[in-house]
């Protein structure tokens, strides 16, 4: 009976040392921390048709948005060999400087149309009413939707690899 007892509670202290002590499951902030993780990755994948002088990777976020404060934690210093910048609600002079533009709400302003600024959000419906990537929820994972037509328009290309992760968006005025 002894040996038994003890068994349990050396197998019992074995499973708490193995178990680390923050889980995923319940980091309320995963989300976010995966989106800016994803942000930071997709640069790999793109290519943009006029950055070829330029010295810093430009991401223009609110600094309220969950997304960017996560962004800040990675303490990324570079993207694609350039310094990296968070820009923090840019004007519509810099906002065409961006070269990824994450939107917390809202649709694209006409004023991006045919301009080589990536475009991003969570906004449910932010795919399908113009935007280039809209991440949402599928389950418990965190997906992505694409605009082929929004990236075409800006003179983007896409990775064939990145192409086969995303779910394709059909555009509002295409749906009939």
Known sequence: MRKFVKQKVIFILLMACMTPSVSFATDVDFEYKLKALYITRLADFIIWPD???????????DA???????????????????????????????????????????????????????TL???PGFAEQ????EFYLDQTKVRMKVNLKAVNKAGIKLSSKLERLLKVAVPLEEDD
């Open 121 to 123: 959000s969570s906004h």
């Open 130 to 133: 113009g935007g280039m990537i």
């Open 51 to 61: 950055t070829a002088n330029r010295k810093t990777f430009k991401i223009c976020i």
């Open 64 to 118: 309220t948005d969950k997304v960017a404060a996560q962004l800040k934690a990675l303490d990324i210093k570079r993207i694609l060999n350039r310094k990296l910048e968070l820009v923090d609600k840019p004007g519509s002079l810099v906002i065409k400087q961006c070269d990824f533009l994450y939107l917390s709400a809202g649709k694209v302003a006409p004023l991006l149309e045919n301009t080589a600024v990536f």
